[in-house]
Every structure is written in structure tokens, then in C-alpha cells.
């Protein structure tokens, strides 16, 4: 029993010191648990408050993107601004002719020396939906095509007929080469004022975007012989996408020229480096010259060489006509618009 005594009155301190510990060690615990407790409160607000900021940094940054967009957009009309008020002290300026409020640029190979720019116009559909919006003026427009956020640029005739064509082709001069390839063809060349070609895919999405009501193609020319102004129209116009080879659709003809081009009717588009056309034993894009919907190979072929001297093979130039007739003409335009 003493000994008993003795042993806990050994053992007892060390019990008290460990029982010590660990209450000392558990309030550190729990104070530690409050610091994080306290961390933590503090942290989530400081996140929330970083939201917040990046928030307003988001608002402020797409409202000084907006003012750099308004800012940019007067900064381009001041420059237009300027550079009409510099052109006009030419012949624009002294000219009795009007572009309205279109800008006048000159161009001294034009026989008018100048055309129109009405690119600061608001972009439409196309051609016609500028017509039915007021425009008057022939010049160059952007149109859309009906194409979310495309832009083409185009010459728009408004006062043939009832207006709003759209211009697809154009020879006067022969300062363009129409002896071009099939990527050439595809994308357009030239010069919107004076000779060029809108592009095969332009003239597809053109035609593509009148599906539901149709277009309308007009073929306007000047006879090199004679210089008697000729017209034929036809009511239906179509052309397929490249997969199709721009594939031609025509009929519903009225005109004073004969009716030649249904004989293209259905043909695909060639160039001297795409065989398209109907001809078994021959490549006609490459046995006479431009490109076209050849058959077999052509009454009509507005693509070929200008020859303003004569000097080439009738079926080489500029062509429409028949085996017997005086096909040679000095001036082409085609033109198409929405029904």
C-alpha cells in the first residue's frame, strides 16, 4: 500500500503536466480556427469586391471601345470630307453634272472625266433596295447580298429602265484583259467605272439572294459596224456556285438583238485553264479568246478581245451573233437585278 502511494505521488505531476499541454495546445487550436475563420470572411469579400471592379473595368472598356468606334468612324468621314473638297478643285469642281451627295471622283478615262462614289451611303441588300431607298445616282455602292456582315462593292445602274440594276460586266476600251484564268473569273476584275467582271461568285450570290422572286439580266451593246445601240433582257437568270462551274440559267427573252444567249442556256463557265463547255473535240475557252458559258461553241462571247483595230478573228472579239452576221461589238454591259 505504501508503495502504491509512493508510485502515484511519482506519477501524478507528469499527468498534470501532459493534461496542461494539452489544454494549452487546444486553445491555440482554437484560436488558430478563428484567425482562418476570420482569413477566410476576409478573403470571400475581397473576391467580391474583385468582381465588382472587374466588372466595371468590363463596362468601362466597351464604353471606350464604343467612343474609339464613334471616334474612328469621324475620323473617316473628316478625311472623305477632305479628300472631296481636294478633288473637287479639279474637274469635279467644274463640272455641271452632279453626284449629289456622292462623292465626284475623277477619272480622265472616262469620257464623262469623273463617276460617282457612293460608298458613304449605308451598305444595302443590293442595287434595287438602294433604288427603293432614293438613290438616283449611277455610281459605285457597297451592297451585302443579303449576307450577314459581307460587303461587296458594285456599280449600280439607277436610271436604265426602272433602275437598281446591279452591273456584272462592262467593256468600253479595251484597257482591261479579259483573257484571264479560272480564279480571275471566280473573285472579278477590273475597274468598277470602266471595264471589268463583278466575279462568278459575286454574280452567284447575287442571284442566289433573289431565289425566292427571281432576277432579271439585261445584255446592253453598241455594234463596232454600225454603232447601233442593241438591248436584249431575259425575265429568269440564275448561275450556280463553283461546284456547278457557275452553271447558267437564262429564259424569258425580249429585246432588238436576236435572241442568242438561250443557246448558252445551261452551260458551265470556262477559262483557258478550266474546259467547261459542251464542245466534245474542242476547248473553245482556249480556241478563241476570254471565257464564258460556251456551248459549242459560241453565238455570244462579250469576254473577247477588244479589238478596237480589227485585227482579230471575228469570233475572237467581243461577239454576238450568228455564223452570217456582223456580231462584232465596240461596247458590252450586263447588268442584273432582283424581280
Known amino acids: 500500500m505504501k508503495g502504491l502511494i509512493i508510485l502515484l505521488s511519482v506519477i501524478s505531476p507528469g499527468f498534470m503536466q501532459i493534461a496542461n499541454d494539452i489544454s494549452r495546445l487546444k486553445a491555440e487550436v482554437k484560436v488558430l480556427s478563428s484567425k482562418l475563420s476570420d482569413t477566410d470572411h476576409n478573403l470571400s469579400i475581397t473576391d467580391q469586391k474583385l468582381s465588382q471592379q472587374i466588372t466595371q473595368l468590363s463596362q468601362q472598356l466597351s464604353q471606350k471601345n464604343q467612343q474609339l468606334n464613334q471616334a474612328t468612324l469621324k475620323i473617316h468621314q473628316l478625311e472623305f470630307l477632305k479628300t472631296k473638297i481636294l478633288i473637287q478643285d479639279g474637274y469635279c469642281r467644274i463640272k455641271t453634272a452632279s453626284c449629289g451627295n456622292c462623292f465626284c471622283q ?8 469623273f463617276y460617282c462614289d457612293c460608298r458613304n451611303k449605308p451598305k444595302r441588300r443590293d442595287c434595287k433596295e438602294h433604288y427603293a431607298n432614293g438613290e438616283r445616282i449611277n455610281g459605285v455602292y457597297l451592297i451585302s447580298n443579303n449576307v450577314q456582315g459581307a460587303s461587296t462593292q458594285v456599280f ?7 433602275g437598281g440594276w446591279t452591273v456584272i460586266q462592262r467593256r468600253v476600251d479595251g484597257s482591261t484583259n479579259f483573257q484571264r484564268d479560272w480564279k480571275s473569273y471566280k473573285n472579278g476584275f477590273g475597274h468598277l467605272q470602266r471595264e471589268f467582271w463583278l466575279g462568278n461568285e459575286n454574280i452567284y450570290l447575287l442571284t442566289r439572294q433573289a431565289l425566292l422572286t427571281g432576277s432579271t439580266v439585261r445584255f446592253e451593246l453598241i455594234r463596232r459596224s454600225s454603232g447601233r445601240k442593241l438591248w436584249a433582257e431575259y425575265s429568269t437568270f440564275e ?3 463553283e461546284g456547278t462551274k457557275y452553271q447558267l440559267k437564262l429564259r424569258g427573252y425580249r429585246g432588238n438583238v436576236r435572241d442568242l444567249m438561250t443557246y448558252h442556256n445551261g452551260e458551265r463557265f470556262s477559262t483557258f485553264d478550266q474546259d467547261n463547255d459542251s464542245d466534245g473535240n474542242r476547248h473553245c475557252a482556249q480556241l478563241f ?5 460556251f456551248h459549242n461553241c459560241q453565238h455570244v462571247s462579250l469576254n473577247g478581245a477588244f479589238d478596237a483595230l480589227m485585227n482579230e478573228r ?11 452576221d456582223d456580231g462584232r461589238m465596240m461596247f458590252s454591259e450586263i447588268k442584273v437585278r432582283r424581280n
Do not use: M, Q, R, V
Request: charged share 25%; aromatic share 20%; hydrophobic share 30%.
Open 314 to 324: 471575228a469570233f475572237d472579239c467581243i461577239w454576238w451573233g450568228d455564223y452570217d
Open 289 to 293: 479568246k476570254g471565257a464564258w458559258w
Open 106 to 113: 475623277e477619272d480622265y478615262n472616262l469620257a464623262e472625266k
Open 239 to 241: 448561275l450556280g456556285n
Open 156 to 162: 449600280c445602274d439607277h436610271t436604265t429602265g426602272s
